[in-house]
């Protein structure tokens, strides 16, 4: 390992790097060494700018917090998190599509009642969110966990704004496979962009929003485990979702109605919006 110059040095990195005992270790430091020599080699750094980048990935690193996954961030916006999402989850037809899961995640949060309101002292549209949750045969499971969260109307995530948890909660769907909860309507929002991801979308002369929606995950024994959104139409940022989410088939919209009785059987006294989707998972693997 002397003397080693642009043509020799890669093979004896790699050769250094895959001598564990761990196969897999050894195939993703291999993948990882040769790919990133290419890296370096194509975009030809000076120092100053080899520098930069290890300054950037200080940052993002110190940019994490407890309320704030910079990294994740950096990953969605590069188009990283989709793909792993898309390799990870080759669906059955039929099946729900999945997208990312996002950075604002909380472990916990509240597990309501059917028809429970999941942001009462939230100003905002209130929204009427129902569906069923079916297995790729049709039939419908009972018990599923379906976890939901989103923003407030003007963008923001609860974690964002303080400590209290709002606008995310649990529920079980019923012996049909139905649920339905309350709510206020989102809006479309931009990521954190106060940080390095932000510094490096304004540098590639990017936007940094994501077009309105609802996250869900649904869990059920037997199933695996569906992480995906539902996406508004006519959204502005549908064609440009700034971490690549966006999927035709999670597309829906709301359907408008004047203040009055709501389909649950209660009394909505403003003029509301309901939103219905039917979810079909995906059997985990034998």
């Known amino acids: 390992m002397r003397d080693l110059n642009e043509g020799t040095l890669t093979n004896e990195t790699i050769r250094a790097v895959t001598g564990g005992s761990d196969k897999r270790i050894s195939q993703v430091s291999e993948a990882l060494v040769r790919h990133l020599h290419a890296f370096i080699r194509e975009i030809e750094p000076s120092q100053a700018e080899w520098e930069y980048g290890i300054k950037f990935l200080t940052r993002v690193g110190k940019q994490c917090s407890d309320t704030r996954q910079e990294f994740i961030l950096l990953s969605?916006?590069?188009?990283?998190?989709?793909?792993?999402?898309?390799?990870?989850?080759?669906?059955?037809?039929?099946?729900?599509?999945t997208t990312v899961f996002g950075p604002f995640y909380v472990e916990n949060r509240p597990q309501l009642p059917l028809g429970a309101n999941m942001s009462p002292d939230e100003t905002g549209t209130p929204l009427f969110v129902s569906g069923t949750v079916r297995a790729l045969d049709g039939q419908p499971i009972a018990g599923a966990l379906v976890d939901a969260w989103h923003s407030d109307e003007v963008g923001h995530y609860d974690v964002q704004v303080g400590d209290d948890l709002r606008m995310?909660?649990?529920?079980?769907?019923?012996?049909?496979?139905?649920?339905?909860?309350?709510?206020?309507?989102?809006?479309?929002?931009?990521?954190?962009?106060?940080?390095?991801?932000?510094?490096?979308?304004?540098?590639?002369?990017?936007?940094?929003?994501?077009?309105?929606h609802v996250h869900f995950m649904i869990s059920a024994p037997g199933q695996q485990t569906l992480v995906t959104h539902l996406f508004i139409d006519n959204d502005p940022y549908l064609d440009s979702d700034v971490v690549f989410g966006v999927k035709n088939s999670l597309i829906t919209d709301y359907s408008r109605?004047?203040?009055?009785?709501?389909?649950?059987?209660?009394?909505?006294?403003?003029?509301?919006?309901?939103?219905?989707?039917?979810?079909?998972l995906n059997p985990e693997a034998e």
């Open 76 to 97: 969605d916006t590069l188009g990283v998190s989709m793909l792993v999402d898309a390799i990870n989850h080759r669906q059955s037809e039929g099946a729900t599509e």
């Open 168 to 212: 995310r909660a649990l529920f079980r769907s019923d012996a049909e496979g139905r649920f339905w909860f309350w709510t206020v309507r989102p809006t479309f929002y931009p990521i954190p962009n106060d940080g390095p991801v932000g510094d490096m979308l304004a540098a590639q002369g990017r936007h940094p929003y994501r077009p309105e």
């Open 257 to 280: 109605h004047d203040a009055g009785t709501a389909p649950d059987g209660s009394t909505c006294h403003r003029d509301f919006l309901t939103l219905n989707y039917d979810f079909v």
